[in-house]
């Protein structure tokens, strides 16, 4: 009896260890599994193999299939030429040709917030637009040219009031130094009894005020041209809209944005060495 009973441990001692050994070398199946997951998807994404970086997007449900669905029921989708496509619920954009996905990458795009301004007679609605755009023109170093909205909503956000400076017209300048707020040339300057000059500051979160108004400095002046807030590249699409890189990454994937579309600064430029004046936009 007691051989019985010593053989009887002895076998179930096999079966746990035996349960152990398999339980162990599953986990390193999948650990093994995993780590090639990732392999292959660092590689495909090193070697911008995105058609297929996007159909593991898709399996994963990270990306609907609306692309597919807008693409074949529009008549006009080049089947011969490469065309580019940017959905505002995915926040996402594909460079395409046919079915293949030639680059893909996310995307900021507009808010869909209303501005009310100058005491409700100014209304704003910044989304992006849908239909069928083109590459009309292509930049490096982009210079923003600030709309009145921008300094409309600024004013609106710092509890400021809104004054327009005209070419010919003077404000009061701020601050016991006395003289005149002004144009001349190229600058908004600072006029002196004494006859000097001192061009003003001007850019983003820089602007100029004066008696508790933000100063709408008037187009072709230095103070409404913004460097770096569009990135390094931009591609014209028409009627303001652009797609165009940003010096605020970290608001990609959002809906932030004023209408344009806006990538980071390494995927603009990418398009921009790629996608030819002329190319299709396709937004929905």
């Not at 954009?93 to 009310?116: D, E, I, N, R």
């Not at 069928?132 to 040219?145: D, F, S």
């Not at 009145?148 to 010919?168: I, P, S, Y």
């Not at 990418?270 to 002329?278: Q, R």
Request: proline share 6%; glycine share 12%.
């Amino acid at each position: 009896m007691s051989a019985f009973r010593d053989n009887k441990a002895v076998a179930w001692g096999i079966v746990g260890a035996t349960l152990l050994l398999f339980a162990a070398s599953s986990a390193l199946l999948t650990r093994t599994a995993n780590v090639r997951y990732e392999r292959d998807i660092n590689r495909i994404v090193f070697n911008r193999n995105w058609e297929l970086l996007d159909d593991v997007a898709k399996g994963a449900g990270l990306v609907n299939d609306s692309l597919e669905t807008v693409l074949s029921e529009s008549p006009i989708a080049p089947k011969d030429r490469p065309y580019l496509v940017v959905s505002i619920t995915d926040r996402r954009l594909w460079y395409k040709q046919g079915p293949s996905t030639l680059f893909t990458t996310q995307v900021a795009v507009g808010s869909g917030k209303t501005l009310v301004a100058n005491a409700g007679k100014n209304t704003y609605k910044f989304d992006t637009p849908r239909g069928r755009l083109v590459v009309q023109n292509k930049e490096i170093g982009p210079v923003w040219v600030p709309p009145d909205w921008h300094f409309q909503e600024l004013a609106k956000k710092k509890g400021l009031g809104v004054v327009r400076l005209n070419r010919g017209q003077t404000l009061p300048a701020p601050g016991s130094g006395g003289g005149v707020i002004a144009v001349s040339g190229n600058d908004v300057v600072r006029q002196f009894s004494d006859g000097r000059t001192l061009p003003l500051d001007g850019g983003e979160g820089r602007e100029i005020v004066v008696g508790g108004n933000i100063v709408i400095p008037p187009f072709g002046t230095n103070q409404r041209r913004y460097d770096g807030v569009l990135g390094t590249h931009r591609l014209n699409m028409g009627d303001g809209y652009a797609l165009h890189g940003t010096d605020k990454p970290q608001s990609i994937g959002q809906a932030v944005s004023h209408g344009c579309i806006r990538l980071r600064n390494e995927d603009i430029a990418y398009l921009y060495g790629i996608v030819p004046v002329g190319t299709p936009v396709f937004i929905y």
